[in-house]
């Protein structure tokens, strides 16, 4: 699957939407990417992550398990993981803490992992399932995403491959551009979102 058809996925999908978005990362964007649209459809999902398995083989061979910081990276890790014949984990938050690894799971040694993202910002969700490795036994030879909108700057501390790279800018809340900065700001991620 080439970056076109991955786009096209999201439009057809009504995934990619304009405005003025919050991001789960804090910053602020006039483009967002509403993956959960893209999960809703389970022969959507399918694709993108049957070419997202295709490329990691690729480019980091065989892989045992697939690890994805909950919540939103569990079912693309899950899809993913499925078409690389795969054990499928992944990390949560502890109540006020940091990601780690519960429910049993590990990375046993002798085990090649790979960190399933769906969509890579600033690579802070990525980079904080990498901590949260970091004592297992088992390596974590690359991190995958299926778009990076980064521009291809966002670090995740190990190598990072995704099926499109775009440069969409975000700002922080003190530096928006004036023609986001008249626009009212919405909040469709799920980090920072309150509950009720």
Do not use: W
Not at 52 to 79: K, M, N
Request: charged fraction near 20%; proline fraction near 8%; aromatic fraction near 6%.
């Amino acid at each position: 699957m080439n970056p076109d058809q991955v786009l096209a996925e999201f439009r057809d999908a009504g995934a990619l939407l304009e405005g003025h978005f919050i991001l789960s990362s804090g910053l602020h964007s006039g483009t967002f990417l509403q993956k959960m649209a893209i999960f809703s459809e389970p022969p959507r999902t399918e694709r993108l992550c049957r070419a997202l398995a295709a490329a990691i083989t690729a480019r980091f061979g065989p892989v045992d398990i697939v690890v994805s910081p909950a919540v939103g990276g569990i079912v693309p890790g899950y899809e993913t993981a499925r078409h690389l014949g795969a054990r499928a984990i992944f990390v949560e938050r502890d109540p006020g803490g940091p990601f780690s690894l519960r429910r049993g799971f590990s990375v046993p040694a002798g085990r090649r992992a790979v960190i399933v993202e769906d969509i890579v910002t600033t690579g802070l969700s990525a980079r904080e399932c990498l901590a949260a490795l970091r004592e297992e036994a088992g390596e974590v030879v690359g991190a995958a995403c299926l778009i990076d909108r980064s521009g291809g700057r966002g670090t995740v501390g190990v190598p990072l491959l995704s099926l499109v790279t775009l440069d969409i800018p975000a700002y922080p809340a003190d530096a928006l551009p004036p023609e986001l900065a008249v626009l009212p700001a919405v909040k469709p991620g799920s980090r920072m979102m309150a509950t009720a």
